[in-house]
């Protein structure tokens, strides 16, 4: 039998949602683990899939448990399931993201959520001194059609030490380098979602190529690694 999101994890994730208690969710463990069982099976095919085209070392699945110290929201219990799959450092750059929850919020994300300060600077420096490549990649139509546009928060203008009427302030002015892909229930829930999910994954390598060698070289382009 292949490999597949049941109905199942939806219905429970949506009762969930409306009965985000520990009460409940104890009284209802042992149906949590069945679904949990499932849905790692998804992601550890993904995992596979992905070790076919890239070099990818490590998979987490998220804790179903919220961390609510800091939050104002204090229901315990996540209403989704999300997990992430690590390329191998330092020589490659870019990860992979996979959320599942009903009601049409399941999305794939990959690219870059908080680079550090220095990886930050590396991509802006970039920008500044040539665009013409990130743009040929992010806006070829096969690309654009399955991961549309580069999200990420942003500044509202440019970083300190660069010109904010540069022609490339548009990318030297992000702070996230993203690209997301949404699915409907109905497509998480289709025997082809796995496949789907690899093929927007396999999509995705000419940006992670570039930016990995724009993150493992200097402005001159002699190695860092």
Sequence with gaps: ??????????????????????????EHKKE??????DVRKVYNAIFENLKTHDDVDKIKMFRIYRDVRFSKNKMPYKTHFGGSFSRLKPGLRGGYYLHIAPNNESFIATGFWEPNKE?????????????????SIINDKSFKKIWGSLVGDELISAPKGFNKEHKAI??????QYIFTKKYSDNEVLDPNFISSV????????PYFNYMTEVLTTDLNGVSLI
């Design 1 to 26: 039998m292949s490999i597949c999101v049941k109905k199942e994890v939806f219905e429970f994730l949506e009762r969930l949602e409306k009965n985000n208690n520990r009460e409940w969710f104890n």
């Design 32 to 37: 949590f683990k069945l679904i949990e069982s």
């Design 170 to 175: 548009d990318l030297i002015r992000k702070k």
């Design 198 to 205: 690899d093929l927007a994954f396999k999509t995705i390598r």
């Design 119 to 135: 990886d930050l600077l590396r991509m802006r420096k970039e920008f500044e001194m040539d665009d013409e490549e990130m743009r």
